[in-house]
């Protein structure tokens, strides 16, 4: 009975048709206010929530000649003493199911973007400017372990990814979050991101349920105290990595992606030429094979950090974009592009994004590139400490706690020519949309020096991954 009122309470809050008496049975409504004046007049007996809406919608939608106004009527009453009783509490549900209904894409995007930028800013100073990660996925991974923490490594798992403290937001960012990536012949992102247990850990069944359902994370075994070794192998087969796995505690977290993608314009594929490389101080420090388009986009000057950025679509439509960001000059401006988008929500960069006047000449160079590391030391200065050591932070997760020994990841992107066939028609300019046309000063883009790069789903402007390339003699 109360999940089938749950039903129909739900149902009259999402539907705003005027025909209620048609979709709710007289009878059940009628139980249902008898129920309710049975709460109101006992408070002992609990309260069916909401109440405040569902009873002002029955009101405002019954037919004046309805018999069940009157029943309903009293119940409304601005006087009733037992009404303004419970009207605290009744504002609290309100507000608490009004809160849920609102749409949570900017938050979620503010918050993946600060986790993104500051593990990104981290990372750098380990990798030398030199790599590139997937902040989205370990953003995942982390929710999920969030959702079994306990009170003291939850806290600093939300503040850390910006999670709401409130559930039914929570679980918007997850629907959020699962919807970004979209595979398809064009782009595709593959990804393998799990949980690996010790075979003599319990996994609860509450926290699998919640991984089961969001998707967020994929669990499994291996016997990583018994036989450490082939455990080792497995998890690095499992990430397609080398590296030394982090086995010192109940579980290893892992992750891996490889993203394929075509352009939307191709790039010159018959015209890939060997060309020198320069570090920040304009030094030549290798040769790169430049692959290059001359393509009208849309690019952006920050004169203040001497930088430019320049969007290339990718896949049918512009459904993801590229941003390309170096300095206009060799002075570690890239940095400093990193450290002025600190703060900043990507959507603001692009909006200093303006169409070039005409079509400009872009090179970029053709890589492969590939990062393995464990992100654990970078989470810790990020302030996520207590989930690898303490046993209460993973308690609901698992008998015994999880207490992953770190987290690895595996990223392999590739940068080449080919875009999607049939080309789209000339002239079609596509991927962000909004921007007014405006002049632009310099008339080309030529990555022959560090520069930056992230992915974003065009529609929602999250990202997706992000690198940084200084070095033409490192994979
Ligand atoms: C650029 O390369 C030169 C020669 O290898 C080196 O001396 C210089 O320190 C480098 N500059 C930067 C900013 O890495």
Redesign the pocket.
């Given at each position: 009975m109360k999940l089938l009122l749950a039903v129909v309470v739900l149902a009259l809050t999402l539907n705003e048709g005027p025909n209620i008496d048609a979709t709710l049975p007289p009878l059940l409504l009628a139980s249902l206010l008898s129920q309710q004046r049975q709460a109101l007049l006992h408070p002992g007996i609990p309260f069916l929530h909401p109440i405040p809406p569902l009873l002002q919608q029955v009101h405002s939608l019954l037919h004046p000649a309805s018999p069940l106004l009157q029943q309903v009527q009293p119940l409304l009453h601005p006087v009733s003493p037992l009404l303004q009783q419970v009207q605290p509490l009744l504002y609290q549900e309100q507000t608490h199911l009004l809160n849920c209904q609102t749409d949570q894409s900017v938050q979620f995007r503010k918050a993946l973007y600060e986790f993104s930028l500051n593990l990104y800013n981290a990372l750098s100073d380990h990798e030398n400017d030199h790599f590139v990660t997937s902040p989205f996925s370990i953003w995942m991974s982390l929710a999920a372990l969030a959702e079994g923490a306990e009170s003291e490594a939850q806290v600093q798992l939300f503040k850390v990814l910006g999670l709401p403290q409130q559930n039914c937001l929570r679980q918007k960012f997850y629907t959020i979050a699962m919807s970004l990536e979209i595979p398809g012949t064009d782009v595709s992102f593959i990804r393998n991101r799990g949980i690996i247990f010790d075979e003599g850990v319990h996994v609860k069944k509450q926290w699998r349920n919640f991984v089961k359902t969001s998707k967020l994370l994929e669990y499994v075994s291996a016997p990583i105290k018994d036989k450490p070794r082939l455990a080792e192998i497995m998890l690095q087969k499992a990430i397609g990595s080398k590296m030394l796995m982090p086995l010192q505690g109940n579980s290893v977290l892992i992750d891996s992606l490889t993203y394929r993608g075509v352009w939307t314009n191709s790039f010159d594929a018959e015209h890939v030429a060997m060309e020198p490389f320069y570090?920040?101080?304009g030094?030549q420090?290798g040769i790169v094979p430049m692959m290059r388009i001359r393509l009208r986009t849309r690019i952006a000057e920050i004169p203040l950090f001497k930088a430019k950025i320049v969007e290339l679509p990718v896949g049918n439509d512009g459904r993801y974009t590229m941003l390309i960001g170096m300095g206009m000059e060799h002075n570690?401006a890239m940095r400093k592009l990193a450290n002025l988008q600190h703060g900043a929500i990507i959507s603001e960069v692009i909006k200093l994004l303006h169409l070039s006047p005409g079509p400009i000449e872009i090179a970029i160079p053709k890589i492969t590139m590939s990062t393995d590391y464990n992100a654990r030391v970078v989470l810790e200065q990020l302030g996520i400490r207590d989930i690898w050591t303490d046993p209460a932070a993973t308690k609901h997760v698992s008998r015994p706690a999880a207490l992953p020994g770190g987290l690895v990841q595996h990223v392999i992107i590739s940068l080449t020519p080919e875009g999607i066939t049939p080309p789209p028609p000339d002239n079609a300019v596509v991927g962000l949309l909004g921007n007014i046309v405006n002049e632009v000063g310099d008339d080309n883009f030529i990555a022959n020096k560090p520069f930056m790069y992230v992915l974003i789903e065009s529609r929602t402007h999250n990202v997706l991954f992000a690198g940084s390339y200084s070095d033409p003699n490192r994979a």
């Open positions: 570090n920040d101080s030094e420090i570690g």
